[in-house]
Nanobody
Framework: VQLQASGGGLVQAGGSLRLSCAAS??????????MGWYRQAPGKERELVAS???????NYADSVTGRFTISKDNAKNTVYLQMNSLKPEDTAVYYC????????WGQGTQVTVSS
């Protein structure tokens, strides 16, 4: 499984970004796996931001509920994270994951929110 994350960047507080994670490989079908977005800020542990099951059930961290939306396009084998009303505390490296028994990780994309 290979996961290619993109879409990070520098944005002002209150702005928006859309992250994408394209999956590939024989076991990299997003339609039948649990896909997740995690983030890790400097000096902090990696934390779950949002997840979506093969059936489309979603889960969000309390800190992003109402601001972030996870979605997926099974035909494109891609998962997205729409991030609105960004705050400086959202600054982190964001990683996508695919869980199918084992957890696979993408390379991470930097999101920086300036105040």
């Amino acid at each position: 499984v290979q996961l290619q994350a993109s879409g990070g960047g520098l944005v002002q507080a209150g702005g928006s970004l859309r992250l994408s994670c394209a999956a590939s490989g024989s076991r990299g079908r997003v339609g039948t796996a649990v896909m997740g977005w995690y983030r890790q800020a400097p000096g902090k542990e990696r934390e779950l931001v949002a997840s979506i099951t093969g059936g489309g059930l979603t889960n969000y961290a309390d800190s992003v509920t109402g601001r972030f939306t996870i979605s997926k396009d099974n035909a494109k084998n891609t998962v997205y994270l729409q991030m609105n009303s960004l705050k400086p505390e959202d600054t982190a490296v964001y990683y996508c994951s695919l869980r199918r028994g084992y957890v696979y990780w993408g390379q991470g994309t930097q999101v920086t929110v300036s105040s």
